[in-house]
């Protein structure tokens, strides 16, 4: 069984920098592709970013430029830098662990099978 365990949430002002991680654990962490996800309310949840092996990395237009997602294996963790953060990144953020077995586009929530519980990321303006 897969655990994943998001931290790194908080409050911070617009132009500010977060950095979220994603520690991973009954796996092989290195073999799987891991995306990060985010969740507003009242918003459906959407796709942010992917590393897969390889070290192929893939954003969403809106955080382009701005994210910045990297991983460790040694340490089995992925990490999402996010810099210059504006007010409607705020949401849920959440990391996921993609298997590779059911075909779904990387964009999509059903290719990921393992969820972390996710954390809170506000922006002020």
């Known amino acids: 069984q897969v655990q994943l365990v998001e931290s790194g949430g908080g409050l911070v002002q617009a132009g500010g920098s977060l950095r979220l991680s994603c520690a991973a654990s009954g796996r092989t962490f290195g073999r799987y592709a891991m995306g990060w996800f985010r969740q507003a309310p009242g918003k459906a949840r959407e796709f942010i970013s992917l590393i897969a092996p390889g070290n192929t990395l893939l954003y969403a237009d809106s955080v382009q430029g701005r994210f910045t997602i990297s991983r460790d294996n040694y340490k089995n963790t992925v990490y999402l830098q996010m810099n210059s953060l504006k007010p409607e990144d705020t949401a849920v953020y959440y990391c996921?662990?993609?298997?590779?077995?059911?075909?779904?586009?990387?964009?999509?929530?059903?290719?990921?099978?393992?969820w972390g519980q996710g954390t809170q990321v506000t922006v002020s303006s």
């Open positions: 996921a662990l993609d298997l590779g077995a059911n075909g779904s586009p990387y964009y999509s929530q059903s290719a990921y099978e393992y």
